[in-house]
């Protein structure tokens, strides 16, 4: 097994908190565009987007997520807060498509009732993770501790 690598975190709730604010503001504005723009129209002019369009709106957020953090290092959101997600293990240098998935499937149940759940379990670890970063074995850490 690899070696775990001593990182030194802190629980940054606040930046967590507006980041993830940033990161879903994006994705929920582009969407909401999306469904109007795609979207078809019902007699009280609610819109409902049916089919292969709804395919569209999981891209996006896989993109917004998961390849942006392949291809930057971190989200949109964390990029502007300074944080970013980094391995636990040694020999990686960067986070796998697996640990990225990983962090941002579990990110519904972590932002259940306003990001109680990812609150009270980054206080409550020693590393100061979510449930998604306690699956992917990561840790979030300031953009200049790496």
Known sequence: MAEIVEIKTSPNIGKRFFAALIDYGIINTIN????????????????????????????????????????????????????????????QTKLSFIQSSKRHLLAPIDMFFFGLIAILTIKNTEKNQRLGDLWAKTVVVHSSAN
């Open 32 to 91: 909401f565009l999306l469904i109007i723009i795609l979207g078809t129209p019902d007699n009280e002019d609610n819109f409902h987007l049916e089919g292969w369009p709804v395919t569209i709106l999981i891209f996006v957020w896989a993109f917004l997520t998961i390849g942006l953090e392949q291809l930057f290092g971190s989200t949109i959101g964390n990029s502007i807060v300074s944080l970013k997600p980094v391995p636990l293990y040694k020999s």
